[in-house]
């Protein structure tokens, strides 16, 4: 089993950057995937970002390409999240998660089955 925790969420005006952290523990986590998650009051948690292993391939949500980008240093078993140009429209809860089966990089929520308690992000106008 893995721990993970998150942390690095704020309140950020628009326009702003944050820079979302995962730390895992636990177990090592370097062959598997990690994927960050988002969720708004009200509706579903959906895929922001995701990572391989290696870091070599990493998927973006269409909401998110060219303003977030995933990176992950495997031997400090931590996954990041740098987030810039926000928009009010990118608050929620953000979620790290890791993958237990390797070699894959999903993006489906449904196919991670280690999670984080999630840290809040909140884009003011």
């Known amino acids: 089993q893995v721990q993970l925790v998150e942390s690095g969420g704020g309140l950020v005006q628009a326009g702003g950057s944050l820079r979302l952290s995962c730390a895992a523990s636990?177990?090592?986590?370097?062959?598997?995937?990690m994927g960050w998650f988002r969720q708004a009051p009200g509706e579903e948690r959906v895929f922001v970002a995701a990572?391989?292993?290696?870091?070599?391939?990493?998927i973006y949500a269409d909401s998110v390409k060219g303003r977030f980008t995933i990176s992950r240093d495997n031997a400090k078993n931590t996954v990041y999240l740098q987030m810039n140009s926000l928009e009010p429209e990118d608050t929620a809860v953000y979620y790290c998660?890791?993958?237990?089966?390797?070699?894959?990089?999903?993006?489906?929520?449904?196919?991670?089955?280690?999670w984080g308690r999630g840290t809040q992000v909140t884009v003011s106008s």
């Open positions: 998660a890791a993958d237990s089966v390797p070699n894959r990089t999903p993006t489906t929520p449904s196919l991670y089955d280690n």
């Open positions: 636990g177990r090592t986590f370097s062959r598997n995937a």
């Open positions: 990572s391989s292993w290696s870091g070599i391939t990493t």
